[in-house]
T-cell receptor, first 116, second 113 residues
Framework: AQKITQTQPGMFVQEKEAVTLDCTYD???????LFWYKQPSSGEMIFLIY??????QNATEGRYSLNFQKARKSANLVISASQLGDSAMYFC?????????????FGAGTRLTVKP | DTAVSQTPKYLVTQMGNDKSIKCEQNLGHDTMYWYKQDSKKFLKIMFSYNNKELIINETVPNRFSPKSPDKAHLNLHINSLELGDSAVYFCASSHSDRGFGYTFGSGTRLTVV
């Protein structure tokens, strides 16, 4: 069963505006990590931000912040002040548990297009 | 210095051939992975190795065989290539702790003709 759901196949945002990319997840494990990756058209996978299930505060990394709502099992990515270079695929991912038998599972991705 | 390097970057080959993709990481990570990204951009785990031992082997045809000579290397060998094997294959590495994200290689675009 799909554990990571990204419901927006594509999103558009005007340059300099903020955008939220949605991600919901499903797990019964109390210990897990949530991640966002960016994949530009060149194809590489770029790590953006991490949120642990026990973290009390929302993670932030520069213009990226993660809106973590544990009870709703959502981990939305917020990109502030969008730039043209933000146009890419964005993947939400999760690692469950605390041992190395649990790999990272990805959502289907959201294609973000920043308009000038 | 490239943290996770994959070779080759592009691979075009005929059906029925056998090919290998190599992956090396210099990050000191203890776990390495192979993912397949299909034409719809969906990323699916194929294999996971921790300290040279196979941890995860998803439902992958046995034509795919990973080989880990040491914990810095995880190669992927594919026998009898089929058209449906065409995809981008990503190698990644991480620490085994769940709190660590993956560092990905740049991907290998495999095209089977």
């Amino acid at each position: 069963a799909q554990k990571i759901t990204q419901t927006q196949p594509g999103m558009f945002v005007q340059e300099k505006e903020a955008v939220t990319l949605d991600c919901t997840y499903d797990t019964s494990d109390p210990s897990y990590g949530l991640f966002w990756y960016k994949q530009p058209s060149s194809g590489e996978m770029i790590f953006l931000i991490y949120q642990g299930s026990y973290d009390q505060q929302n993670a932030t990394e520069g213009r990226y912040s993660l809106n973590f709502q544990k009870a709703r099992k959502s981990a939305n990515l917020v990109i502030s002040a969008s730039q043209l270079g933000d146009s890419a695929m964005y993947f939400c991912a999760m690692r469950e548990g605390i041992n190395n038998n649990n790999d990272m599972r990805f959502g289907a991705g959201t294609r973000l297009t920043v308009k000038p | 210095d490239t943290a996770v390097s994959q070779t080759p970057k592009y691979l075009v080959t005929q059906m029925g051939n056998d090919k290998s993709i190599k992956c090396e990481q210099n990050l000191g990570h203890d776990t390495m992975y192979w993912y397949k990204q299909d034409s719809k951009k969906f990323l699916k785990i194929m294999f996971s190795y921790n300290n040279k031992e196979l941890i995860i082997n998803e439902t992958v045809p046995n034509r795919f065989s990973p080989k880990s000579p040491d914990k810095a290397h995880l190669n992927l060998h594919i026998n009898s290539l089929e058209l449906g094997d065409s995809a981008v294959y990503f190698c990644a590495s991480s620490h085994s702790d769940r709190g660590f994200g993956y560092t990905f290689g740049s991907g290998t675009r495999l095209t089977v003709v």
